[in-house]
């Protein structure tokens, strides 16, 4: 595969979606119509994805397919959690964006608190020393107050509605422009293997592996890195649009930033198809 390609087209991505998250820099805008407490929350999340999606570009760039796949299932995740903090009325502290930010992390010390006590007395069968891991231990009465709050019932219940399908279908329901999201969930439950490396995992690697080097043909890996520049590209400019509408944001210079990307988006949609069109 031409090194090239993977170097050209992931730095453009990357200057592209840099380019319109810097313009909208401050993220925090004091005069929006959204409370303190809601604009920090999403706030970091916004950041985080974007981070973690030039990350993706940089293992792009780097001929690191699988493992960008790893990071674009988080930015997959991670941005459909954002569209549905940044539903509703966000002028008052919304009780959604409680939730994902207090609630569940409360609740999820259950679980590390177990977790913590099963990996200590693993440790504990190889040495006498002291490990970070009793630090999620909770204290006996701490720990049974949160069962008490969170009994199985509810901890199964909230766990269910934050999973992925599950938000997939309430920003469908919030906007139906979201439908096209639809088309991630392949790929978002597909990289499951590639982060649990399971007989899957290890299959698909050797696919590619097969193709390249015995079969010579490196176009199934410039369709993999075309996909994953153009998940994250796609997923960039779904961020910000919900930045710009919660923030009624008027003005033409995201607009043009938005559109370069669309464009750039549509290019490598002609790549993949060119593609597809070689193999039938």
Wanted: net charge negative; charged share 25%.
């Amino acid at each position: 595969m031409d090194m090239n390609f993977l170097i050209s087209h992931s730095d453009k991505a990357m200057y592209l979606l840099r380019e319109l998250m810097v313009s909208l820099a401050p993220y925090y805008k004091e005069k929006a119509n959204i409370s303190k407490f809601n604009q920090f929350v999403t706030i970091q999340l916004f950041s985080s994805l974007y981070a973690t999606s030039e990350s993706v570009l940089l293992l792009v760039r780097e001929y690191s397919l699988f493992e960008a796949d790893i990071l674009l299932r988080t930015v997959i995740e991670g941005s459909v959690k954002y569209i549905y903090l940044m539903t509703g009325n966000l002028e008052t502290d919304s009780e959604i964006i409680k939730e994902y930010y207090n609630i569940i992390p409360e609740m999820q010390k259950i679980s590390e608190h177990r977790k913590a006590i099963e990996a200590v007395d693993l440790f504990k069968l190889y040495s006498n020393k002291k490990h970070p891991f009793e630090a999620s231990i909770l204290p006996e009465e701490e720990f049974n107050s949160l069962q008490e709050k969170y009994p199985n019932k509810i901890r199964k219940s909230l766990e269910q509605k934050w999973g992925f399908g599950t938000l997939l279908k309430e920003i469908i329901n919030y906007n139906k422009e979201y439908e096209s999201l639809v088309g991630l969930y392949y790929a978002y439950n597909l990289s499951s293997h590639l982060i649990h490396q399971d007989g899957e995992c290890v299959k698909m690697r050797y696919v590619g592996m097969r193709k390249n080097a015995i079969e010579n043909n490196y176009e199934f890996d410039q369709a993999h890195a075309v996909r994953i520049i153009s998940n994250i590209l796609s997923m960039g400019v779904i961020r910000a649009s919900e930045y710009i509408l919660k923030y009624e944001i008027n003005n033409v210079k995201y607009i043009k930033k938005i559109k370069d990307i669309m464009k750039f988006m549509n290019e490598l949609e002609n790549i993949n198809q060119e593609l597809v069109d070689s193999h039938l």
